[in-house]
């Protein structure tokens, strides 16, 4: 994959970086500012970039901000955003397009390699990838939701599950189940939401969508 780092701390950029590559991945550029960032995203058009939240100039939302304006640009740019803190209002927009290819993920997860490098790989091939921590937020701050309500225990851990990014095989791993019965969870969850079998749509973002944001 070509990825582009984003992150203005120089320890933690250079050792994402190694770590990539350590994983037969190229970095094509590297950022350290927002406006650099945005350039960076739109000059390379990734197959996937990682975006730290806080940058300079300001160290606010600097880097949030690039990552939205470049998906603005470009729609459907596979970004995986690193943040110290849940920013529920830059998720919640993040996602709001529902073409996935969306990675939420709080800076601790960089220590651990294959997490990280599946989440990288998920949000390239148009997944989502989100940190339970950022799930568990948008949650607790969510308007509540009748159609959520409707369903199962199971099926809100399913969602829940794929909410983090994971696949059915993963998923039925996690609740000792198998992938058939994974797969009419889903389907049965989906006709819950409301959401139908749509090629312009991807089912399990719209989902995704539904569940953290209530609507």
Not at 86 to 95: F, K, N, P, T
Not at 173 to 197: M, N, Q, V, Y
Request: glycine share 8%.
């Amino acid at each position: 994959m070509r990825i582009v780092v984003a992150e203005d701390l120089y320890l933690l950029r250079d050792g994402m970086v190694r770590l990539i590559e350590a994983y037969g991945h190229e970095v094509v550029a590297t950022a350290t500012t927002g406006p650099e960032t945005l350039e960076a995203l739109l000059k390379w058009r990734p197959d996937v970039s990682v975006v730290d939240v806080r940058m300079p100039p300001t160290q606010s939302d600097e880097g949030l901000r690039a990552a939205l304006a470049a998906r603005g640009e470009v729609p459907g740019l596979p970004i995986l955003i690193l943040s110290q803190h849940v920013e529920q209002l830059y998720a919640r927009e993040l996602l709001a397009d529902g073409a996935g290819a969306i990675g939420y993920l709080l800076k601790d997860s960089v220590f651990d390699a294959d997490q990280f490098i599946d989440a990288l790989e998920r949000v390239a091939a148009g997944g989502t990838a989100m940190d339970p921590a950022v799930i568990a937020k948008l949650l607790s701050s969510g308007p509540s939701n009748r159609r959520l309500e409707r369903l199962t225990e199971r099926e809100h851990d399913v969602l829940s599950l794929m909410a983090e990014g994971l696949s059915n095989q993963a998923i039925g791993g996690r609740l000792f189940l198998s992938e058939s019965a994974i797969s009419k969870h889903t389907t049965s969850l989906f006709g819950k939401l409301g959401i139908t079998d749509d090629d312009n749509n991807n089912r399990r973002v719209l989902a995704v969508l539904a569940y953290l944001n209530g609507v």
